[in-house]
């Protein structure tokens, strides 16, 4: 069976861990070349070997995506490097969670830094490279997918600033959809429950307990759940958008 995403090229953000580096994973399977992007160069190259060793094509692209020019050269050294861009998966972010009252504000400047404003920053380098991708083939359709949250779509308390850039993506998710429907770039969010990642272990301890309490004993999702996820936006027909997924453990209320 000839693989899905043949001939196209998708870049990864947060690649080197998680949810990025199973999606990469998930479509190198599908036969697209993969730009790894991400700030720890070891763990990228360590990916791009695995990739590599089963026959896939992967560049590592270390960068800070919280910069617009590194976003920005990450971008295009993936188009120089592999020719063209077809899929951009906005992965990377951060999650601090904790009282607003006296909250630092050092984290919350660093969850909308990588969480809203990399992403707004990766979406722009990349739109002119996804447009013509699609005006020329092979798949003629092109595919932004922006990672969010089920705090994107009600706020909890204890989550303030994170709630507040899920919202974001949301937001500029649906309006971009509407600017590049015409032109066949399609955007799609994709909105995850709790996820078993390194997300939380950001926190501090007295967070993560609380959250461990909070969640109590049950399945988490595995990255590799919102790796397929990805993969089947992607892979959909060329009429077909999925603009918003919502992901949550099956006992998580």
């Given at each position: 069976m000839t693989a899905r995403l043949e001939g196209t090229v998708a870049l990864i953000t947060g690649a080197s861990s998680g949810i990025g580096r199973a999606t990469a994973t998930e479509l190198a399977r599908e036969g697209a070349a993969v730009a790894l992007v991400g700030r720890r160069k070891e763990r990228l190259a360590d990916l791009a070997a695995e990739i590599t060793d089963v026959g896939g094509q992967a560049l590592v692209v270390p960068a800070d995506i919280t910069d617009a020019q590194a976003a920005a050269e990450a971008v295009e050294s993936t188009v120089e490097s592999l020719g063209r861009l077809d899929t951009l998966v906005n992965n990377a972010g951060l999650m601090l969670l904790g009282p607003a009252p006296g909250a630092d504000l050092n984290d919350w400047r660093r969850m909308i830094d990588?969480?809203?404003?990399?992403?707004?920053y990766c979406a722009h380098a990349a739109i002119p490279?996804?447009?013509?991708?699609?005006?020329q083939g092979p798949r003629q359709v092109a595919d932004i997918v922006n990672i969010g949250s089920l705090a994107g779509r009600g706020a909890f308390a204890m989550s303030a600033a994170y709630c507040a850039t899920k919202f974001g993506v949301g937001a500029f998710s649906e309006a971009l959809r509407q600017e590049l429907a015409r032109q066949h770039v399609r955007v799609s969010i994709i909105?995850?429950?709790?996820?078993d990642t390194e997300l939380r272990e950001h926190n501090s301890a007295a967070v993560k307990q609380q959250l461990a309490a909070a969640f109590g004993d049950i399945e988490r999702l595995q990255a590799g759940d919102i790796?397929?996820?990805?993969?089947?936006?992607?892979?959909?027909?060329?009429?077909v958008a999925i603009a918003e997924l919502l992901v949550r453990p099956t006992e998580q209320i």
């Amino acid at each position: 069976m000839t693989a899905r995403l043949e001939g196209t090229v998708a870049l990864i953000t947060g690649a080197s861990s998680g949810i990025g580096r199973a999606t990469a994973t998930e479509l190198a399977r599908e036969g697209a070349a993969v730009a790894l992007v991400g700030r720890r160069k070891e763990r990228l190259a360590d990916l791009a070997a695995e990739i590599t060793d089963v026959g896939g094509q992967a560049l590592v692209v270390p960068a800070d995506i919280t910069d617009a020019q590194a976003a920005a050269e990450a971008v295009e050294s993936t188009v120089e490097s592999l020719g063209r861009l077809d899929t951009l998966v906005n992965n990377a972010g951060l999650m601090l969670l904790g009282p607003a009252p006296g909250a630092d504000l050092n984290d919350w400047r660093r969850m909308i830094d990588i969480n809203l404003m990399g992403l707004m920053y990766c979406a722009h380098a990349a739109i002119p490279h996804l447009v013509q991708a699609a005006a020329q083939g092979p798949r003629q359709v092109a595919d932004i997918v922006n990672i969010g949250s089920l705090a994107g779509r009600g706020a909890f308390a204890m989550s303030a600033a994170y709630c507040a850039t899920k919202f974001g993506v949301g937001a500029f998710s649906e309006a971009l959809r509407q600017e590049l429907a015409r032109q066949h770039v399609r955007v799609s969010i994709i909105e995850p429950g709790s996820v078993d990642t390194e997300l939380r272990e950001h926190n501090s301890a007295a967070v993560k307990q609380q959250l461990a309490a909070a969640f109590g004993d049950i399945e988490r999702l595995q990255a590799g759940d919102i790796a397929d996820s990805v993969s089947y936006i992607v892979t959909r027909p060329r009429h077909v958008a999925i603009a918003e997924l919502l992901v949550r453990p099956t006992e998580q209320i």
